[in-house]
């Protein structure tokens, strides 16, 4: 499948992200430390969206129940282990960010 264009690099600073839908998906796209990142706008332990919480470092936590995860692996930092976000390949090029495979929709 054709890489789906998500982001520009000039809109995500260092701890930043933004929101964007593919397929019916909603994905966070953003940038924690230093690299480039792309999670599904969900939090696996209350189902609700997580881009309403707050970045710091690679760490990104639901407003809901405080739960944390990792962005760039997807670990749940906080609460309980079993529970992660689902990460999403990312690539950077030409200072645009591309999702390598659009999403199922569900």
């Known amino acids: 499948m054709t890489a789906q264009l998500l ?13 964007t839908e593919v397929d019916g998906t909603e994905i966070i796209v953003g940038k924690a430390d230093g690299r ?7 939090c696996p ?3 609700v969206n997580i881009s309403y919480g707050s970045l710091e470092g690679c760490e990104l936590t639901c407003p809901w129940h405080g739960y944390s995860f990792d962005v760039h692996s997807g670990e749940c930092l906080t609460g309980l ?3 992660q976000l689902t990460t999403l390949p ?17």
Do not use: C, M, N, W
């Open 81 to 83: 282990e079993s529970e």
């Open 7 to 19: 982001a520009s690099t000039a809109d995500l600073a260092e701890g930043e992200f933004v929101t």
């Open 45 to 47: 332990h209350a189902y």
């Open 90 to 106: 990312v690539e950077e090029r030409g200072g645009r960010i591309y999702l390598k495979q659009a999403p199922d929709a569900t």
């Open 36 to 42: 480039y990142f792309a999670v599904e706008d969900l």
